[in-house]
Nanobody, 115 residues
Framework: QVQVVESGGGLVQAGGSLRLSCAASGGIGNIAAMAWYRQAPGKQRELVAVINSRGSTNYADSVKGRFTASIDNAKNTVYLQMNSLKPEDTAVYYC?????????WGQGTQVTVSS
């Protein structure tokens, strides 16, 4: 059974940093890309960052220069280093793993940035 599990969320003051992790397991197959999305209360889920197996990345304009995604293909794990956090970054952050066997979502991890 495929599992995608996020970790690393929490409460941080504005200007602080957090590092999220997302690990995929359970016979997921070959992962082509992994992505981070976020959803704030009352808002639609939005793409934050995507990274493919070669390490190529794309970011939402709102996080460029502050967030950095990285991938460990051997561990089927993706990371999101979030620096200079702002209150508007507060959301539930979800990981998506896009593999040859399908697309899988994690349960989400809460990130709260206080002003």
């Amino acid at each position: 059974q495929v599992q995608v599990v996020e970790s690393g969320g929490g409460l941080v003051q504005a200007g602080g940093s957090l590092r999220l992790s997302c690990a995929a397991s359970g016979g997921i197959g070959n992962i082509a890309a992994m992505a981070w999305y976020r959803q704030a209360p009352g808002k639609q889920r939005e793409l934050v960052a995507v990274i493919n197996s070669r390490g190529s990345t794309n970011y939402a304009d709102s996080v460029k220069g502050r967030f950095t995604a990285s991938i460990d293909n051997a561990k089927n794990t993706v990371y999101l280093q979030m620096n200079s956090l702002k209150p508007e970054d507060t959301a539930v952050y979800y990981c998506n793993a896009h593999a040859n066997r399908g697309s899988y979502w994690g349960q989400g991890t809460q990130v709260t940035v206080s002003s």
